[in-house]
């Protein structure tokens, strides 16, 4: 059985999380023996400790080591968790903690699989990179994701695409009771890239329509402190408070779409979109901007539509579009229900990263 440690630089929940959590949750546990490194407890770990998986804690700032003091600290610490539980393949779910399993593996002569989530490649983490590829698996959740690794100079028989997928509660998520108002959703975190303010500019668009706007998700202020308050002052300025709902860290993702007609990805770039295809599961309509991932999930007009990002009038035309036609809405979303479960589903997904895993550490394992 070859264990498997995974990564992760944080132990709240995103996209990247509720990934590593189906990941889990479907590997093969006859043949896979998975081990988590988190930097402290927190609802990541909650989920994780439901699955029965062990759980293994290092400092945050050593986890994601930057510097020539961190890094000799981490890598001592990894290597003695490393041998303390008999790891054959460290798995990094984040290019955030990416430089201490390069560099590990380098060292040590250790095989590693980094998880590339993200249009983002430091100086230092693209030298790494390209000097240590001999021991580096890379996973890339989209094709511009490939593109952009490969533009960055990673050998392309390095890469494999993995996709993301959604559970299968989504696929049993009902569609919400017939009342007055459509409701337009935007899920996942607030952050300042997610493009939350031409939706809202475009819900000020459609004050002739019986619509309502819930945005769902935990506000991250790394890249923008003050966004949420800017978001807030744009809503007040378009007199629709009344019609848009912050609700917040939503635990259970397939309950809050219960409640939703549509949902909106208007993100101004985005590496995946995992949102997108737990919404076309859930049998929703998606309106996303064409970019990055998204162009990878919607197939445009047949499961949603992509629009230009930062395009508030797109946005708005394709509402009212979908406000006018609940037939239409209810084709594009049975569309994108078959779309996700044929191209988007988990065990396909898993099933392919145990074939990469396979082809790592089949000769190395242990017992």
Not at 31 to 46: D, H, I, Q
Not at 266 to 283: K, L, Q, R, T, W
Request: glycine share 6%.
């Amino acid at each position: 059985m070859a264990k498997i440690l995974y990564i992760n630089p944080t132990s709240r929940i995103g996209g990247a999380e509720r990934s590593l959590l189906q990941i889990l949750s479907a590997l093969n546990k006859k043949k896979y023996y998975p081990v988590v490194l988190l930097p402290s407890p927190g609802p990541l770990a909650e989920e994780i400790s439901k699955l029965k998986i062990k759980i293994i804690y290092m400092p945050k700032y050593l986890i994601e080591a930057h510097s020539i003091l961190e890094l000799p600290v981490a890598l001592v610490w990894l290597h003695f968790i490393i041998k303390t539980h008999n790891i054959s393949l460290i798995h990094s779910n984040s290019k955030f903690c990416c430089r201490l399993p390069i560099l590990y593996s380098a060292f040590f002569n250790a095989k590693a699989i980094l998880h590339w989530r993200d249009f983002s490649l430091w100086s230092d983490e693209k030298r790494y990179t390209n000097k240590y590829q001999k021991n580096l698996h890379f996973l890339a959740v989209s094709k511009e994701i490939k593109s952009f690794l490969v533009d960055n100079s990673v050998n392309l028989s390095k890469i494999s695409i993995s996709y993301d997928g959604a559970d299968e509660s989504f696929y049993e998520v009902p569609l919400p009771a017939k009342k007055d108002k459509l409701t337009i959703a935007i899920t996942g975190r607030i952050d300042n890239w997610k493009g939350h303010e031409f939706l809202i500019e475009a819900i000020g668009k459609l004050k002739d329509l019986p619509v309502e706007l819930l945005i769902f998700g935990e506000f991250h202020k790394v890249n923008d402190p003050d966004y949420l308050i800017k978001l807030k002052a744009q809503i007040d300025s378009l007199g629709i408070s009344d019609r848009v709902k912050f609700t917040g860290f939503q635990k259970d993702t397939a309950e809050a779409l219960s409640q939703v007609n549509i949902v909106c990805v208007p993100s101004i770039f985005e590496p995946f979109g995992m949102v997108a295809v737990e919404a076309m599961a859930a049998g929703r309509p998606v309106i996303a901007s064409n970019t990055g991932g998204l162009k990878d999930i919607i197939e445009d007009g047949v499961t949603g539509y992509l629009i230009e990002p930062k395009n508030a009038n797109a946005i708005a035309q394709k509402i009212r579009l979908l406000h006018s036609d609940p037939a239409l809405r209810s084709a594009l979303g049975a569309a994108g229900q078959k779309r996700a479960r044929e191209l988007f589903g988990i065990r396909e997904q898993v099933k392919k990263i145990e074939e990469i895993y396979n082809e790592i550490v089949g000769n190395t394992t242990h017992q």
